[in-house]
């Protein structure tokens, strides 16, 4: 049974272009929430996914939005990338909203020049 | 907002009882405390959660006073593969998943 899966592992892109990180969750998980890790620092919750629409979302701008494919894969894209924008992403999956646990990707390293 | 105060790190010697203290003195009623751990480079995971008193499971111990306002950690006879960073959280307002990590405690085992 595939755990949480993540693509692409790591992703350079320099400022003001737009990238895409992609999420396969856990078999059987309908839920998807998706991170930030700065390094040094604790994950911090973007936003999360259940029936195809955002149920909650942290304190980030517009430009990080997200999309939940019927198959409950999601994508993560930000815009007008930041140097500070730099960070590892990760994606966590649970078998719906309610659900503590969570099974977390080994996430994408994006660099930000 | 739910937040969490953690050590910041940690050492022990290998085949000692670790336990990391978390203070979380705003934790609403009905909400759970969840501890996870992280290794370098990859997603947290999962270790024990527990709402009171004690729980156990084949990797660790969760010990919750009756306040609640806070909860220990405790990792039996660590070993050097033990080394990672230990987050304790609870759920911000909006659910359980829409949690805080804070910045853990970073546990360093030593031979």
């Known amino acids: 049974d595939a755990g949480v899966t993540q693509s692409p592992t790591h992703l350079i892109k320099t400022r003001g272009q737009q990238v895409t990180l992609r999420c396969s969750p856990k078999?059987?998980?309908?839920?998807v929430s998706w991170y930030q890790q700065a390094l040094g620092q604790g994950p911090q919750f973007i936003f999360q996914?259940?029936?195809?629409?955002?149920?909650q979302r942290g304190n980030f701008p517009d430009r990080f939005s997200g999309h939940q494919f019927p198959n409950y894969s999601s994508e993560l894209n930000v815009n007008a990338l930041l140097l500070g924008d730099s960070a590892l992403y990760l994606c966590?999956?649970?078998?719906?909203?309610?659900?503590?646990?969570?099974?977390f990707g080994p996430g994408t390293r994006l660099t930000v020049l | 907002l739910a937040k969490t105060t953690q050590p910041i790190s940690m050492d022990s010697y290998e085949g000692q009882e670790v336990n990391i203290t978390c203070s979380h003195n705003?934790?609403?009623?009905?909400?759970?405390i969840t501890w996870y751990q992280q290794f370098p480079s990859q997603g947290p995971r999962f270790i024990i959660q527990?709402?009171?008193t004690k729980v156990t499971n084949e990797v660790a111990s969760l010990f919750i006073p009756a306040d609640r306002k806070s909860s220990t950690l405790s990792l039996p006879r660590v070993s050097l593969s033990d080394t990672a960073v230990y987050y304790c959280?609870?759920?911000?307002?909006?659910?359980?998943?829409?949690?805080?990590f804070g910045t853990g405690t970073k546990l360093q085992v030593i031979p």
């Open positions: 966590a999956s649970s078998p719906g909203l309610a659900y503590n646990e969570q099974f």
């Open positions: 705003n934790i609403a009623t009905n909400d759970y």
């Open positions: 078999s059987g998980h309908d839920t």
């Open positions: 996914y259940y029936e195809e629409e955002e149920r």
């Open positions: 527990g709402y009171k």
């Open positions: 959280l609870v759920p911000n307002s909006g659910g359980y998943q829409k949690v805080t």
